[in-house]
């Protein structure tokens, strides 16, 4: 299984705020090993499709230059659960950005019904401060992510959200 | 337009971010309560401090201004596990919102977190806002 959480960006103002779906499915391991017989979509996850929204937009703000960690949850609740069949929207809007850090505000829908926030904040590493024993080059916005946002870049220019 | 607080204000607001930033109850949040030792609050929850400071009073953290971090990084300022008078000296200057009387009766590098007290951050926030 690919770490990655979301499917598409279907918005993405540079510096500002975006948007990204992801379509639960009955496919994916998750649901079957979180709750057994029970099939929903872990909170964790969600969490983690917000940061990797949010994390993108981060790091694009900055030139894809440096290391975006996720360092903090700064608030996450819902009213409700993602269950096979359902699409997830994550809405991330930046709300405060330098050199050392940043913090997010993000929106759940489900649906296209609000049921959450995840607030975040993610801390810079550039590659002089990583530490050792990890990957010299940029190890966060590998080539999957990279996929996601140029697919948004492409659809924004051409309409297509083909490769 | 620069709004004008007072400094029950201030305080009342200063004590609201804390209590979000580091998941505080109000009553822990004493004007003498360290934000490290009494307060739990870690580096990252710093820049989330500065961060939210920002959006409620409107103003402009620069860079180590309220959390001076470079002059302990500076091998002249520090003798010991003690600040060094030159160090002292740079400390009170970069701090002066901070009370530094128990501090001064022995300076240890150990003890500069306990300068980040409630009282520190309204004292910041306060001069902040009437230099605007």
């Not at chain 1, 940043?102 to 401060?129: K, P, Y």
Request: aromatic share 8%; net charge negative.
């Amino acid at each position: 299984m690919r770490w990655i959480w979301i499917d598409r960006f279907t918005e993405f103002v540079s510096g500002s705020h975006g948007t990204a779906i992801k379509n639960v499915t009955l496919a994916e391991e998750q649901l079957a090993a979180h709750l057994p017989g029970y099939p929903v979509m872990p909170p964790s996850l969600v969490i983690e499709g917000m940061a990797q929204t949010a994390g993108i937009l981060v790091g694009e703000a900055r030139g894809f230059k440096e290391n975006v960690i996720l360092a903090k949850i700064r608030a996450a609740q819902f009213t409700d659960y993602a269950v096979p069949g359902d699409q997830l929207r994550y809405e991330a809007r930046i709300e405060s950005i330098d050199e050392r850090a940043a913090a997010t505000a993000g929106e759940v829908f489900l649906n296209d019904r609000s049921i959450g926030n995840v607030n975040l904040m993610f801390s810079h590493v550039n590659q002089s401060a990583v530490a050792s024993g990890l990957p010299a080059h940029n190890f966060v916005f590998t080539d999957q992510f990279m996929r996601l946002f140029e697919a948004i870049q492409r659809a924004d220019d051409s309409g297509s959200t083909k490769p | 337009m620069t709004t004008t607080f007072t400094r029950d204000e201030v305080y009342g607001r200063v004590e609201e971010v804390l209590i979000e930033a580091l998941g505080v109850d109000a009553d822990d949040v004493r004007k003498d309560a360290t934000l490290t030792t009494d307060l739990g609050a870690e580096s990252i929850d710093f820049l989330d401090i500065v961060f939210r400071l920002e959006q409620t009073f409107s103003i402009k953290i620069p860079k180590g201004e309220l959390f001076p971090d470079d002059i302990l990084n500076d091998a002249d300022n520090i003798a010991g596990g003690l600040m060094t008078p030159k160090g002292l000296a740079q400390l009170k200057s970069s701090l002066p919102h901070a009370d530094f009387t128990d501090f001064e009766k022995e300076p240890s590098v150990s003890k500069v977190p306990e300068l980040f007290t409630v009282s520190t951050i309204v004292n910041y926030v306060e001069n902040k806002l009437q230099a605007a």
